[in-house]
């Protein structure tokens, strides 16, 4: 939530800058990108150009990420495999993909519009809700619980409650705390999410 940096220039002075952080996501492959140009600047004894430095990162920030569709599929078989691992049938699993489909799709539309986590976490839980209640009173699959676990997967903050322990364990305890509180909101966005869905779609079933 916050990046703060001190130098020390020459005269033994430091100075330090602190700035905001209002948009995060997980991008492994630029955390590796970065990670490979603090390498080689270590390497050379940071003698290197600043100018070219700031080109190298404006670079790797604008570097082309995975395409739109492709994220989308496999966000579909996200659902797919972990429909799969909690044991659902063949039909489960696909309707879980289509789920984890169209869930993806629609987190890609209307995450141009910078929402905050818990807001995208309570309409990822109605969605899922929802589209597997509408699946199962279809009469595709004989029930719905599972299909909805493995959809949700793929939006249950794993990566964000590990590393907070991690933080944690590590002594890094502003770290550790914010990551922790950011998982446990997305996580209960996820679950009213996913009640509001069903009392929804229970009243209008009814």
């Given at each position: 939530?916050?990046?703060?940096?001190?130098?020390q220039?020459?005269?033994?002075?430091s100075?330090?800058a602190?700035?905001?952080?209002?948009?995060?996501?997980?991008?492994?492959?630029?955390i590796?990108?970065?990670?490979?140009?603090?390498r080689?600047?270590v390497?050379?004894?940071?003698?290197?150009?600043?100018?070219?430095v700031?080109?190298?990162?404006?670079?790797?920030?604008?570097?082309?990420?995975h395409?739109f569709?492709?994220?989308?599929?496999?966000?579909?078989?996200?659902?797919?495999?972990?429909?799969?691992?909690?044991?659902?049938?063949?039909p489960?699993?696909?309707?879980?993909?289509?789920?984890?489909?169209l869930?993806?799709?629609?987190?890609l539309?209307?995450?141009?519009?910078?929402?905050n986590?818990?807001?995208?976490?309570?309409i990822?839980?109605?969605f899922?809700?929802i589209?597997?209640?509408?699946?199962?009173?279809?009469?595709?699959?004989?029930?719905s619980?599972?299909?909805?676990?493995?959809?949700?997967?793929?939006?249950?903050?794993?990566?964000?409650?590990?590393?907070?322990?991690r933080?944690?364990i590590?002594g890094?305890l502003?770290?550790?705390?914010?990551?922790?509180v950011d998982?446990?909101m997305?996580a209960t966005?996820?679950?009213v999410?996913?009640?509001?869905?069903?009392?929804?779609f229970s009243?209008?079933v009814v």
């Amino acid at each position: 939530t916050l990046v703060m940096v001190t130098v020390q220039d020459k005269d033994h002075r430091s100075h330090t800058a602190m700035r905001r952080i209002t948009a995060r996501t997980v991008n492994l492959r630029k955390i590796a990108l970065l990670n490979d140009l603090s390498r080689r600047l270590v390497q050379r004894g940071f003698n290197s150009d600043l100018a070219l430095v700031s080109r190298m990162l404006e670079r790797i920030d604008h570097s082309p990420d995975h395409s739109f569709w492709s994220l989308v599929v496999m966000g579909g078989f996200t659902g797919f495999f972990f429909g799969l691992m909690f044991g659902c049938s063949l039909p489960q699993a696909i309707c879980a993909f289509v789920v984890g489909f169209l869930l993806r799709l629609l987190l890609l539309v209307i995450g141009k519009f910078n929402l905050n986590s818990f807001i995208l976490s309570v309409i990822s839980g109605g969605f899922i809700s929802i589209a597997c209640q509408i699946i199962y009173v279809l009469g595709i699959v004989p029930q719905s619980v599972q299909m909805m676990t493995a959809a949700l997967m793929q939006v249950v903050p794993g990566l964000a409650l590990v590393n907070s322990i991690r933080d944690l364990i590590a002594g890094d305890l502003m770290a550790g705390t914010a990551r922790l509180v950011d998982a446990f909101m997305v996580a209960t966005g996820l679950s009213v999410g996913s009640v509001l869905g069903l009392l929804v779609f229970s009243h209008v079933v009814v």
